[in-house]
């Protein structure tokens, strides 16, 4: 499933004043067609004395290497983990102090939405999901909370992870499933 570049334009469109420009600037690179490796556009800035042109780039995102089970590697820095959760859901409050620990420990980044308008502890600024974001991820899948997705930066290709809360070790291990599977060319 590809999500739709215009649904993620709709999610910079929503976003509260309060977040920081690396985030706005993370989130623009994911909306663009070519994704978070994707140079940014040239900016010219002519000063009246010299007309001298300044040209400025994204910053080139390293590589986050981690080992799957079956020997291969995947770059985490391709990837990022789409959760949808609700600040009233007692399971996203088992749940996402869990994923952020080891997003923050493991190096993926997670991109947070709120079914309910609300954040929780671990994700206290998670972006009101517009009704086309849900209708993308959701087509087939019944709305639950959590839910996880793993999404290519580049391709903006999204892959099913979970639906409901577990441990560490479960999620590590649906990962891991996942990418192998992905690497694989296997449908998911």
């Known amino acids: ?3 739709k570049p215009l649904l993620l334009l709709t999610v910079l469109c929503v976003c509260p004043p309060g977040i920081q420009a690396s985030t706005m600037d993370e989130l623009q ?7 978070l490796g994707a140079a940014a556009p040239e900016t010219k800035t002519e ?3 010299s007309a001298a042109t300044v040209v400025t780039a994204a910053p080139v995102r390293q590589p986050v ?9 995947a770059n985490l820095a391709e990837w990022k983990v789409v959760l949808f959760m609700q600040g ?6 088992k749940f996402d102090p869990v994923l952020k620990s080891l997003s923050e420990r493991v190096g993926f980044g997670v991109m947070a939405y ?4 609300h954040g929780d502890e671990a994700y206290p600024e998670a972006l009101p999901v517009p009704a086309d974001v849900m209708r ?6 019944p709305v639950a909370t959590p839910t996880t997705f ?3 930066v580049n391709t903006l290709e999204a892959l099913p992870l979970l639906q409901g809360a577990t441990d560490e070790r479960g999620f590590m291990a649906r990962l891991d499933t996942v990418l192998q599977m992905r690497q694989g060319g296997r449908a998911l």
């Open 1 to 3: 499933m590809k999500v």
């Open 29 to 35: 690179s994911l909306w663009s067609p070519k994704g």
């Open 47 to 49: 000063t009246p004395a």
């Open 65 to 73: 290497w981690f080992r799957l089970s079956n020997g291969q590697q």
């Open 88 to 93: 009233s859901c007692p399971y996203c409050h």
């Open 114 to 117: 709120t079914i309910d308008g």
């Open 136 to 141: 993308t991820f959701f087509p087939n899948l």
């Open 150 to 152: 793993l999404v290519n």
